[in-house]
């Protein structure tokens, strides 16, 4: 089993910026790569990022290239999305999610483990 526990939600203005991290304890090692998902009420849960844990293979939503970076500290087994430029379109709560996948997938059927989710509100 792997544990997930997302932080770093909140309140920001149209323009700013948040980091989540994700901390992931138990049997991590069984986790070829992590991602963030998120879901905005009334509508599905969508992928956003995902990176390879043991490489430097990353993978983004269009929606968020170029604003989003997800990062990985193998040596504190945390998961990071720092979010710039935010947008009131990026209200959701967020996810971070753990696949057994050898390939990065865009599919939350692709993950096994699951947070329980971090709020973000962006303000117009």
């Known amino acids: 089993q792997v544990q997930l526990v997302e932080s770093g939600g909140g309140l920001v203005q149209d323009g700013g910026s948040l980091r989540l991290s994700c901390a992931a304890s138990?049997?991590?090692?069984?986790?070829?790569?992590m991602g963030w998902f998120r879901q905005a009420p009334g509508k599905e849960r969508e992928f956003v990022a995902a990176?390879?844990?043991?490489?430097?293979?990353?993978r983004y939503a269009d929606s968020v290239k170029g604003r989003f970076t997800i990062s990985r500290d193998n040596a504190k087994n945390t998961l990071y999305l720092q979010m710039n430029s935010l947008k009131p379109e990026d209200t959701a709560v967020y996810y971070c999610?753990?696949?057994?996948?050898?390939?990065?997938?865009?599919?939350?059927?692709?993950?096994?483990?699951w947070g329980q989710g971090t709020q973000v509100t962006v303000s117009s």
């Open positions: 138990g049997r991590t090692f069984s986790s070829a790569s």
């Open positions: 990176i390879r844990w043991s490489g430097a293979s990353t």
């Open positions: 999610a753990a696949s057994k996948l050898s390939y990065i997938g865009t599919y939350y059927g692709n993950y096994n483990y």
